[in-house]
């Protein structure tokens, strides 16, 4: 995360002063350290990240409006900072068209992202590839959910525990059709978290039948709201954190959440969940042992779910499945 946060900035902006003319402008505060962005405030002080680029070859990205995020490309603005005289200048301007006040902070905390991955005198081509990522997150987060936020919460808690965070975020699913949420080399792995005390979990016909080679294990834990918790948002910036010098993995960090999230996304990252439980509940356990339905399916069958009690089962330690291939080395919480 940056020293000055965007949100930070964009707080202490004033809102533009009304005037009758239509000119498009904002209200402004460098972003510290960069020469190619101002955080600002349009008339109507919804947040902005305005972007100069390096070079005016080509023609223009055509602007995108969405329903909560709308850009425009080398619009010709008139920027008023405090205490200066008012300029005008050329840039690419990201706004944020909801005023509520969690739908700017996460908006401004994307664009944290955005602007390490492009760093300073951005090309044009760069800038349209980023807002258009941007875009997509944005457009998800209008969509119902795709998976119960329990289980996103297991999924980032084992990320978050993971020995080698960067490994593991890039073993993380890409999208919400993915087999196992872990895939790497041989090694395919599932997270499953329940708010019981018990161990019964849905899996797929697939997960139980994975393919001949490969190493797959279930990661089961209790996932249970808690006053005292940790919030999903600080368990993502505890993950940030970790990977914050691979600015493409951050930004898929959010891509993944919100997917799977939706429009429940702002009320779930003010969700708390108590680690400790987590952590004292977790445990692993191989998916051929898991009780399944095994074998060919009858012909014309597809699709197939079930729930199966982990219970009774022998669980496998870390060292084991380092043992069985490295790679959980970096996926699984460091032996003690």
């Given at each position: ?59 223009p ?18 920027l ?53 990522r ?36 890039r ?7 993915a087999?196992?949420?872990?895939s ?85 990252l003010s ?66």
């Amino acid at each position: 995360m940056m020293a000055t946060g965007l949100a930070d900035i964009f707080e202490a902006i004033p809102s533009p002063s009304p005037d009758s003319s239509d000119k498009p402008l904002y209200a402004v505060m460098p972003v510290p350290g960069h020469t190619s962005y101002f955080v600002g405030k349009d008339r109507e002080s919804l947040a902005c990240l305005l972007v100069s680029t390096s070079d005016q070859t080509g023609r223009p990205h055509p602007p995108i409006r969405l329903e909560s995020l709308d850009a425009q490309f080398e619009l010709r603005c008139h920027l008023k900072k405090v205490g200066e005289l008012e300029r005008e200048g050329t840039f690419t301007v990201i706004r944020c068209r909801d005023s509520d006040s969690e739908t700017t902070r996460y908006f401004l905390s994307v664009c944290e992202t955005i602007l390490r991955m492009l760093g300073d005198n951005p090309a044009r081509t760069q800038i349209a590839t980023a807002v258009n990522r941007l875009a997509a997150i944005f457009q998800r987060v209008r969509q119902p959910p795709a998976r119960p936020l329990n289980g996103l919460f297991g999924e980032l808690y084992l990320l978050f525990r993971s020995g080698n965070a960067v490994r593991a975020l890039r073993a993380w699913r890409t999208d919400e059709n993915a087999r196992f949420d872990f895939s790497d080399g041989d090694v395919r792995l599932d997270v499953k978290a329940t708010g019981g005390r018990g161990r019964i979990h849905s899996f797929s016909y697939e997960q139980c039948n994975p393919s001949s080679g490969t190493i797959a294990v279930v990661a089961s834990l209790h996932a249970e709201q808690a006053a005292g918790g940790m919030l999903l948002h600080t368990l993502m910036e505890q993950i940030e954190a970790r990977v914050s010098a691979h600015a493409d993995l951050v930004l898929k960090l959010h891509e993944t959440v919100a997917a799977t999230l939706g429009a429940s996304l702002n009320d779930a990252l003010s969700r708390r969940f108590d680690m400790r439980l987590a952590e004292s509940s977790l445990q692993f356990f191989s998916l051929e042992d898991v009780p399944a339905i095994r074998g060919a399916l009858p012909a014309g069958v597809s699709d197939v779910h079930f729930r199966s009690d982990l219970s009774t089962l022998a669980s496998l330690s870390v060292e084991a499945l380092i043992d069985k291939d490295p790679v959980f080395w970096d996926l699984l919480p460091r032996p003690q």
